[in-house]
């Protein structure tokens, strides 16, 4: 399993998220803001049908598959 940085996920990556396997749907980078990075939004969704969305900077580290 390799990491990415948040900013390198794409729609239809394996990734995991809480443990779990998730494809992302999709992928929202905002501007930069206080905290002087970029936030990543990531909506993925579980084999299960779960939707699991997260909010990351976007170097953040994620495990994808």
Do not use: F, H, W
């Amino acid at each position: 399993m390799a990491k990415k940085k948040a900013s390198q996920i794409k729609p239809g990556d394996k990734i995991k998220l809480a443990g779990k396997s998730c494809v992302v749907e999709n992928i929202e980078i905002s501007d930069i803001g206080k905290q002087g990075t970029k936030k990543v939004r990531i909506a993925a969704k579980t084999p299960d049908g779960e939707k699991i969305v997260i909010v990351r900077p976007e170097d953040y580290p994620i495990d994808s598959e």
